[in-house]
């Protein structure tokens, strides 16, 4: 599952003035793209605009709420979980005769049940261990 970290940033309030650029909304659209394009260099993906609550002071007692409006972004996580694992993997188990997939066995009964002798041998896969009692 892919985790992400985000970055919330209040949208513009006011339009770049650049060449061309002549009306309020298209010098608003500029603000927006000149900032889009900077997280978007930094590798944030724009998500949504928020318009939310926040509560503000008047005078010694009172408050009012006024909506601010909010950009959001993320980006991947870097992957951690590569970092964790540990640097050797566990030895496999491999059997020393195959067995059938767990579909296709049936089902044994207490007479049918194998005998420890016949059960098959386990022997571990990778490295070889070395004999303690030879150190």
């Known amino acids: ?3 992400y970290e985000f970055k919330v ?5 006011r339009g770049e003035k650049a060449r061309g650029v002549k009306t309020t909304e298209d010098r608003f659209a500029l603000a927006l793209t000149l900032l889009m394009n900077d997280f978007g260099a930094e590798g944030w993906d724009y998500v949504r ?3 939310l609550p926040c509560e503000e002071r008047v005078g010694l ?3 009012k709420t006024t ?6 972004f993320r980006r991947p996580l870097a992957e ?3 970092t964790a694992e540990p640097a050797v993997a566990p030895p496999r188990l491999m ?4 067995v059938a997939p767990a ?3 049936r089902p044994l009964g207490p007479a049918e049940a194998p005998m420890p002798a016949t059960a098959p041998t386990i022997h571990p896969v990778g490295p070889a261990k070395t004999d303690l009692a030879a150190e």
């Open 9 to 13: 940033v209040p949208a513009p309030r």
């Open 67 to 72: 909506f601010q409006n909010m950009l959001v």
């Open 95 to 98: 059997l020393e005769r195959e």
């Open 49 to 51: 605009a928020d318009a």
């Open 103 to 105: 579909s296709v066995v």
């Open 61 to 63: 007692t009172g408050t």
């Open 1 to 3: 599952m892919q985790r």
């Open 80 to 82: 951690e979980a590569a």
